[in-house]
């Protein structure tokens, strides 16, 4: 099976503190995706990458950045964390091209409370 | 209008019952249809996936997709307690660039026994 593994299940940090949510996948997918989860809000996409060293912005990339050095390994940084971004973050892996096109595998999320 | 809509919910239905979750969508280039499920305080996990328009069964789901419609349904029989969960509807396209899922807003469905 195909493991998404985030590093942390919950998290608090005080405003404006630099946060770091790691991700790994353990089976060489091409693909990986960082979102954030809201009650009423659903899944938005923060950013995605293709490939190592590959970052494209999402619906929602203010405040956000991304880091993928390594193919297995996406990191998710809030520069500056505030209040507006204590959510749930999930973190997301595919294959590319016709291999991937029946979904993703999620890790189990990070729930991170900015105080 | 958005391009996944997604009936909120939430639902809640005693054991044993059918349940019936709805999407529909504006954009017909969406090709492929998944349902994931997402138990409280974990990430969603893939249930079904389909491609053509018609029926997918397994076990006691079953996936339906009208495309000329742009609906899809997913069907519970026979619904137990351990079905309470998230139910998130997505879809995509091939090609175009465009490797993204748009997902609808999920709706909670509640069994009670």
């Known amino acids: 099976d195909v493991k998404v593994t985030q590093s942390s299940r919950y998290l608090v940090k005080r405003t404006g503190e630099k946060v770091f949510l790691e991700c790994v996948q353990d089976?060489?997918?091409?693909?990986m995706f960082w979102y954030r989860q809201d009650p009423g809000l659903g899944l938005r996409l923060i950013y995605f990458?293709?490939?190592?060293?590959?970052?494209e912005k999402g619906d929602i990339p203010e405040g956000y950045s991304v880091s993928r050095e390594k193919k297995e390994r996406f990191s998710l940084i809030l520069e500056s964390a505030s209040t507006n971004q204590t959510s749930m973050y999930l973190c997301a892996s595919s294959l590319s091209g016709r291999a991937g096109l029946y979904g993703y595998t999620f890790g189990s999320g990070t729930r991170l409370t900015v105080v | 209008q958005k391009e996944v809509e997604q009936d909120p919910g939430p639902l809640s239905v005693p054991e044993g019952a059918i349940v019936s979750l709805n999407c529909t969508y504006s954009n017909s280039a969406f090709q492929y249809f998944m349902w994931y499920r997402q138990y409280s305080r974990k990430g969603p996990e893939l249930l079904m996936y389909?491609?053509?328009?018609g029926n997918k069964e397994d076990g006691r789901f079953t996936a339906q997709v009208d495309k000329s419609s742009k609906y899809i349904s997913l069907f519970i029989r026979d619904s137990q307690p351990s079905d309470s969960a998230t139910y998130l509807c997505a879809m995509r396209q091939f090609g175009g660039g465009s490797e993204k899922l748009v997902f609808g807003k999920g709706t909670k469905l509640t069994v009670n026994p």
């Open positions: 389909t491609y053509s328009s």
């Open positions: 089976m060489d997918h091409e693909n």
């Open positions: 990458s293709y490939d190592v060293k590959m970052k």
